[in-house]
């Protein structure tokens, strides 16, 4: 169902894509490939679909949910979790490996005492096959133990050559940071990636794939109401398929705009928090540099005038780089101080 609001896992669920499906697996013997694009635009949907069609052993690391400054105890239960939903997979591989633990189901994988495994070790044992391995929202994975992650995928970019890693991100530049492939000190350094950017649709497939999506529900649905919709969701896949979702429950396009403004309004605070670990006074300069610039102030004097008015004192300029920057980095805003989601303009408004 096209609107279901998990991602799509088989081809036939998938809307329109063929073209970024071919040139993923046109590059798929590449160690390292990248999927990058705003929120709900199809990334994880996507690397699920081409997973599923190559039929080459895999497993996905999901880091949606990884804390900001997450332990080693974190980490490995991901992978734990990743590679026990594939067990029968990688049993005969895993068995030979010192430091994983195979109970019942699940493994686990150890990460101190006496037997543990690093995971270079676990990528050189995993080459034994070829295997791709998907990693979710991989920006996730910054903080203290990611010199350790970006070694043993260098490691394994450089020994492994029958692993292929397909990293996806929303925040595209926290991504591109946390690689470092143009950083002289990222173990990263100068690797070639494949990066695949995924682009909203158009409005004539935002049409379509309400249209269809409405169809399968056998609801008729006025021309106002698809057309309403695309002017508020501008083309984003998941957007339109949470409001067709609600639209067939509440019939209702102001209630569906107000529903989809509070899952952003809580992203955004996620996201603000979880990035910087900032005070209550820093998170509020964010919102009020968001406020500003989804008012349509697109210049760096304006957005300086328009905090003062908002706030009644001047900010200084290292602060506000520093917000701007991570805003960016945040795939919030872009160079023109412009959103790149429009309900995250509308939830930055209130
Ligand atoms: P991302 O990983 O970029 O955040 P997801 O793959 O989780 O995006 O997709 C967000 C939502 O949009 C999900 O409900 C998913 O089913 C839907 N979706 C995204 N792209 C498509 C598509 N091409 N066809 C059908 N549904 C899609």
Redesign the pocket.
């Known amino acids: 169902m096209?609107f279901?609001?998990?991602?799509?896992e088989n081809k036939g669920?998938?809307?329109?894509?063929e073209k970024e499906i071919e040139e993923i697996m046109n590059n798929i013997n590449r160690p390292l490939i990248l999927i990058t694009?705003v929120?709900?635009?199809?990334?994880?949907?996507?690397l699920k679909v081409v997973l599923n069609e190559l039929k080459i052993p895999h497993f996905i690391i999901d880091c949606r949910n990884l804390p900001p400054n997450y332990s080693k105890g974190n980490l490995y239960s991901l992978f734990s979790n990743a590679i026990s939903s594939k067990l029968s997979t990688f049993l005969e591989i895993l068995s030979k490996i010192r430091g994983i633990s195979i109970l019942g189901n699940s493994i686990e994988l150890k990460w101190k005492g006496k037997e543990y495994v690093t995971l270079s070790d676990l990528f050189d044992h995993l080459n034994e096959k070829r295997i791709i391995i998907g990693i979710?929202e991989a920006q996730k994975l910054r903080g203290p133990l990611s010199k350790e992650i970006k070694d043993s995928i260098a490691h394994a970019y450089d020994y492994d050559r029958n692993l292929t890693f397909i990293l996806?991100g929303?925040e595209v530049g926290l991504l591109h940071e946390f690689l470092g492939i143009e950083n002289s000190e990222s173990p990263l350094y100068g690797r070639y990636y494949h990066e695949i950017t995924?682009e909203r649709f158009d409005k004539d497939k935002s049409e379509l794939?309400l249209r269809k999506g409405f169809e399968e529900l056998r609801l008729n649905v006025d021309e106002n109401v698809i057309h309403g919709i695309i002017e508020m969701f501008d083309g984003i896949?998941?957007w339109l398929?949470l409001a067709g979702n609600q639209f067939s429950n509440n019939r209702d396009l102001k209630r569906v705009k107000n529903i989809a403004i509070n899952v952003a309004l809580n992203e955004i605070n996620n996201l603000i928090e979880m990035k910087n670990n900032v005070s209550p006074v820093v998170a509020r300069r964010y919102r009020t540099v968001m406020r500003c610039i989804a008012r349509g102030t697109n210049s760096w004097s304006k957005i300086v005038n328009c905090i003062q008015k908002e706030e009644g004192s001047t900010i200084s300029t290292s602060v506000l780089d520093n917000i701007l920057n991570n805003l960016k980095k945040l795939s919030i805003i872009d160079e023109n101080y412009e959103f790149l989601d429009p309900i995250y303009k509308e939830a930055s408004i209130l």
């Open positions: 096209l279901d609001e998990r991602p799509k669920d998938l809307f329109d894509r694009g929120r709900r635009i199809g990334k994880t949907s996507i979710d996806t929303s995924l794939f896949p998941g398929a």
